[in-house]
Structures are given as structure tokens and as C-alpha cells.
């Protein structure tokens, strides 16, 4: 079907609304718009949907909410009854029409007699992963699109286990939405209807208070926050989304007695109306938390994303500015805490191991094996984490005590296999405050792991390519890259390339070639002779491709001269 017959479908489709309709023939006479909505559907992956919100086969709205859900409730349905029966936990975040795609979620599961339980109202995406295992449940839906634009909005599914789906099932899904009219195929319930014949339960405070005991307990060290409390200030920041109730409650049983939180973002708002873009990983998103800081003597700042699963960080430096702290960075500072403080609490493990992502800081592999613990690599993306905690640990092989990834992801405990930025903020506030007992900030902290560990940077580089025009671009620079791998790089020899599709890694100097533990993801590395690793990948959820910088040097200055080399290499890769 081409995209002017996918287009005429939908015009034509009685499940269209009449402004729905309206909407599509005010694009009639523009072609671009007409391709870019109908080319092809948005593709089902391991982190399901992600769009922007609109009416097309390519976007994001209930009527492709609905066709997902009926071939996730297929595949469900063929795992047996029994199976089924134990339903499905949904979640969604406080993005413009998050609620409306959760119910819609929740009418198709119960017009396919699958049990749903749903969120009374916006909640972390971390309790949702909380929830299904706490519930037994087969699956999980979250509506949400994380740290992504307004205009975004997402499909999220995780399995039994509490982590996204894993690949063989999100294959699965993909297959049937492929073989399911858009339309015709949908069983539905009205939603009221199934929430009266309890086909549909509401999960509310009762959840909340399991899974803050959880996450109560996973401090290490109450008795450091206590010494501080009566002067030790800190921000807080939702980004007008789903962390504004448990973190601020979550701190406050921690014993924090100074939790300022930036009045204007703890206003629920999917249009995010303060900032550019409500990503942690962005500094100008900050600065209505850095005024609250200066204007209050607060030393820590303290963001989460909307569907707080990420969180990032802000410190004050000696000449009073405040400096963000990156998640790389951030991951190393709570490692190393982490390992201390469960040293002295007696509650380090036997068998400790740390994880992370490929493209994450090799920082964090030297604290670990410093201090005695394994560290294992994964994939981008927490269902990998996930799948390797349970692994080593069903295996005996080890424990593992902190997950995470670059881009503000950590993983602590056992209770959930995802992201989750309320119990991360529980521990970077115990972190900041027991150091602040040290006289130390965690920017002092910082550089006294690079004194200690030796002297690391990393940046990432978002190459952007938008539109059909963009999936041609990275497709064909990925497949360039492959045809013809570099032998050297900004004038530094390569001496190792590896591949992570298909798992080969090519001794440049001799051409032997060999075999990684990992393989079946599109990502390129290439080692150089100076000790930088060089990491190119796709995003799976965003039309760029990323390059990974991950340098070592003798000191703050080398390394930062080498991330400038090399990201004048990685914008070159766009041209």
C-alpha cells in the first residue's frame, strides 16, 4: 500500500473521529506532510512506540494505541490462559494524552478478557516495573515518551519480569501488528464498563506504600543524613512530571529536612511550559532550580525527567556557580559510594559485580575492579541490565549491587528491571549529604576520584536526522562505516574495530579477526592506539545517531583536547 492509499484509508475509516478526519484534509494538499504520516507504521522494537502525537499510520494516537495493544494481547493470549489471567499492569506519565492511550490500553486488554491494573494517576515509571512484579503480572504498558519533546508521546512494554520486553516477544508483536487490520482487528471494551465488571482494578496508594518500602530500604546510611539535616539544603525538580510526589516523600523519610522544590515545575504539564526540553541531561532545563539554590544557600540540585526514571545532578562549586554533573560522572561518584558505604554497613555482598552499558564510561569498570568488584558490560537499554543481573545472580555467579547506563539511568535493588529515578534520588541525596559531613561537595568528591582512579571524559554527540529523508542518512552512514572501516581516525591509529551486529572484532595491524561475548545490535566501535574508545549507534527511539566519546588522559586538559579531536570527526559523519 503506498502512503496516498494508507492515507485514503484513513480518511475513509469509520473509527476516525470527525475531527480526526478534519485533521487529515487540512493536510490534502501537502505532499511532504501526507508521506511523512503514511510512508510506513511507526516500527514496533524492544522499547515498543515512540512518535509524535498526530493522526497517521506513523504517529502516535489511539488508534495506533489500540492495534498495538491487540497484538500484544495476542501474543499474551498464546503464552495460555493461565498465563493471561495474571493480566496486565499500566502505567502512564503526565504528557497530553497519556491518560486517554492508558485507558485505551487498559479497554483493549479487557475487551480481549485480559485483567488489567491501572495507575489511578501518573506514577514513575519505575513503580510500574515495581508493579508487575509485585502483582505477578504476565506484562506491562507504561504510556510515555521519558525526557523526549512535547510533542512526543510513547508505548512502552515490559514483560513478567518487570524489564522491557525482550526481544523474541517484541518480534512477536511486531508480527502481528503486521498481520492485524488497523482497524477492523480491535476488540475493545468501553472503559467504565470494565472497570465495573472488575475486568479493570485501579492501583493507588496501596502501591505506592509497598514499593516505598522497597525503596526506603535500600539506604545505606540515614545516620550521615541525620548529622547534616538541620543545614544541609538541597532542590528538587520534576520537571513538571510523575516524580513530584514520590521523591519529595521519599527524601522526607530519609530524614531531609531542607527539600526545596522549584514551586513552578511541580505543576503537572505535558506541554512543559518552563523549559526547552525537560531532560535532565540538559543544564538550561536547570536554571529555575539554580536561582532557587542561590537565592536559599542550597549546595545540591536535583532533577528527574518526566516519567522519572532518569535523574540528574547539579553542585556547587568554591566560587558559588553550580556545575552539572554528568551521568557518567554521576555513576562513578555513586559506585564508589556505594561500595564504602555498604563496606561499612556490613552489607556488601559476596561475589559483588557492577554493570554498565557499552557506552558508558570505562571510569567505572577501574572503580569496580579497585575495589574488588566484577564488571560486566551490556547492550544500551535496561532490559539488557536487567537480563544480566538475573543471569549472574540465578547463576550464583555474582551480585550485583548498581546498574547503570550514560545517559542518568541507575538500577539499585531488586524490586524493579528498569530505570528509576526514585531510588537513585534516595542515594545521591544520602551520597551528597554524607560528604557534605566530609566538608566536601560532590564536585569535590568528583575530583577526588579522578586523583584516585585517574582521569577520565566523555561527551556524546547527537547527530540529528529528521524525517524519511534522515532514516535513508543513517542507514546509509552506518552501512558506509562497514564498507569502509577506518584504519585511523582525526590522524590516530584504530586498533581494534568491532561490530557489534555481528559480534567480529578486527585486529587492524595483523586483520585477524575474532569473536565478542555481544553481537545482534547495530553499534561500531573502534579502539585507538591513545586509549579512547570511539562508539557509533542509532537511537532506537529518536531519528539521530549517536557517537560515544569515551577518552582516558594523563590529566583534566588531555583529556578534554581528545574529546575536542574526536567530535570534530563525529560531525564530519553527518556530511
Not at 476516525?16 to 503514511?38: C, M, P, Q, T, V
Not at 499500566?90 to 485483567?115: K, T, W
Not at 590516530?492 to 561490530?499: E, I, Y
Request: aromatic residues 8%.
Amino acid at each position: 500500500m503506498t502512503y496516498r492509499q494508507a492515507y485514503q484509508q484513513w480518511l475513509e475509516s469509520p473509527a476516525l473521529s470527525a475531527a480526526e478526519r478534519e485533521e487529515l484534509r487540512s493536510i490534502a494538499g501537502d505532499e511532504k506532510e501526507i508521506e511523512g504520516r503514511f510512508f510506513g507504521p511507526l516500527e514496533f522494537g524492544t522499547a515498543g512506540l515512540r512518535g509524535t502525537m498526530c493522526t497517521g499510520l506513523h504517529n502516535m494516537n489511539v488508534h495506533v494505541i489500540r492495534h498495538a495493544t491487540q497484538a500484544f494481547a495476542q501474543v499474551i493470549l498464546e503464552e495460555g490462559a493461565a498465563s493471561a489471567a495474571r493480566g496486565v499492569c499500566i502505567c502512564y506519565d503526565c504528557r497530553n494524552h497519556s491518560q486517554e492511550f492508558a485507558r485505551e490500553a487498559a479497554s483493549v486488554m479487557a475487551g480481549n478478557g485480559i485483567p488489567v491494573r491501572i495507575f489511578a494517576s501518573l506514577r514513575p515509571t519505575p513503580e510500574l516495573s515495581f508493579a508487575v512484579r509485585e502483582y505477578h503480572a504476565i506484562a506491562g504498558i507504561n504510556v510515555t515518551a521519558s525526557h523526549n519533546p512535547k510533542e512526543y508521546n510513547g508505548y512502552k512494554v515490559y514483560w513478567e519480569d518487570g524489564a522491557q520486553l525482550p526481544p523474541r516477544h517484541a518480534d512477536a508483536v511486531a508480527q502481528k501488528m503486521s498481520e492485524l487490520d488497523l482497524f477492523s482487528s480491535i476488540r475493545r471494551m468501553d472503559y467504565d464498563q470494565a472497570v465495573s465488571q472488575s475486568l479493570v482494578q485501579i492501583m493507588g496508594a496501596e502501591t505506592d506504600e509497598a514499593f516505598l518500602a522497597h525503596v526506603m530500604a535500600q539506604a545505606t546510611a540515614p545516620e550521615a543524613v541525620a548529622r547534616v539535616a538541620d543545614e544541609f539544603k538541597m532542590v528538587y525538580t520534576p520537571f513538571h512530571g510523575t516524580g513530584y510526589q514520590l521523591i519529595p516523600e521519599a527524601l522526607r523519610r530519609l530524614g531531609m529536612k531542607h527539600v526545596l522544590c522549584v514551586p513552578e515545575q511541580m505543576v503537572i504539564d505535558g506541554s512543559f511550559p518552563t523549559v526547552a526540553s525537560p531532560n535532565p541531561e540538559n543544564p538550561e532545563g536547570f536554571a529555575l532550580a539554580v536561582e532557587l539554590a542561590k537565592r536559599e544557600g542550597a549546595d545540591f540540585i536535583l532533577g528527574s525527567d518526566p516519567d522519572a526514571d532518569r535523574v540528574g545532578i547539579m553542585v556547587r562549586t568554591s566560587d558559588g556557580s553550580f556545575k552539572v554533573i554528568s551521568g557518567n560522572q554521576t555513576g562513578v561518584l555513586l559506585l564508589d559510594y556505594l561500595i564504602g558505604a555498604m563496606k561499612r554497613a556490613g552489607r556488601l555482598p559476596a561475589q559483588p559485580v557492577a554493570l554498565k552499558t557499552i557506552v558508558t564510561t570505562e571510569m567505572a569498570r577501574k572503580v569496580a575492579q579497585v575495589n574488588g568488584l566484577a564488571c560486566y558490560d551490556t547492550f544500551t537499554g535496561f532490559k539488557f541490565l536487567a537480563e544480566k543481573k538475573d543471569q549472574l545472580e540465578g547463576s550464583g555467579a555474582g551480585n550485583v549491587i548498581f546498574s547503570y547506563e550514560e545517559s542518568y539511568g541507575y538500577m539499585l535493588g531488586d524490586y524493579v528491571r528498569d530505570k528509576d529515578a526514585v531510588t537513585a534520588s534516595l542515594l545521591l541525596t544520602e551520597m551528597a549529604a554524607w560528604y557534605h559531613g566530609q566538608g566536601m561537595t560532590l564536585y569535590d568528591a568528583l575530583q577526588a576520584l579522578f586523583a584516585k582512579y585517574g582521569w577520565y571524559a566523555e561527551r556524546t554527540l547527537n547527530l540529528v536526522m529528521p524525517g524519511l529523508d534522515g532514516l535513508k542518512q543513517m542507514a546509509a552512514l552506518m552501512s558506509g562505516l562497514r564498507q569502509y572501516p577506518p584504519d585511523a581516525i582525526a590522524g590516530v591509529r584504530v586498533t581494534q574495530q568491532k561490530d557489534y551486529l555481528d559480534g567480529t572484532v578486527v585486529d587492524t595491524a595483523t586483520g585477524a579477526a575474532g569473536k565478542m561475548e555481544l553481537s545482534g545490535s547495530n553499534v561500531l566501535r573502534y579502539e585507538l592506539c591513545d586509549g579512547t574508545s570511539l562508539i557509533v549507534r542509532p537511537s532506537g527511539t529518536e531519528p539521530k545517531v549517536k557517537v560515544y566519546i569515551l577518552a582516558q588522559g594523563t590529566d583534566r586538559a588531555d583529556c578534554a583536547a581528545k574529546v575536542a579531536q574526536y567530535a570534530a570527526w563525529a560531525e564530519s559523519l553527518k556530511r
